[in-house]
């Protein structure tokens, strides 16, 4: 059975940084394309990184040069560094695992962007 948790949310002010953590069971990370989304209230679901096998990454317009994406093949966990937060950062951040046999989302952890 294919399971994402992550963790790592929380309450930071403008400006400050957090890590969050997608870790994986039942589903290797790096055979997959492995992607971070955010859903803030009232809003749709919208992708915020994504790193590909290869190691190739992909940013939103909105997070470039602030939140990078990594992969520890070894602990099987994709990780979301998020700096220089703003408050329209705020939402509920999922983790989503893809590939031709896989579209797996875990169940989020929020993030609180305080002004």
């Known amino acids: 059975q294919v399971q994402l948790v992550e963790s790592g949310g929380g309450l930071v002010e403008a400006g400050g940084s957090l890590g969050l953590s997608c870790a994986a069971s039942?589903?290797?990370?790096?055979?997959?394309?492995v992607g971070w989304y955010r859903q803030a209230p009232g809003n749709q679901r919208e992708l915020v990184a994504t790193?590909?096998?290869?190691?190739?990454?992909n940013y939103a317009d909105s997070v470039k040069g602030r939140f990078t994406i990594s992969r520890d093949n070894a602990r099987n966990t994709v990780y979301l560094q998020m700096d220089s937060l703003k408050p329209e950062d705020t939402a509920v951040y999922y983790c989503?695992?893809?590939?031709?046999?896989?579209?797996?989302w875990g169940r989020g952890t929020q993030v609180t962007v305080s002004s």
């Open positions: 989503n695992a893809y590939s031709y046999n896989t579209n797996t």
């Open positions: 790193i590909a096998p290869s190691g190739t990454t």
């Open positions: 039942g589903v290797i990370f790096r055979l997959n394309v």
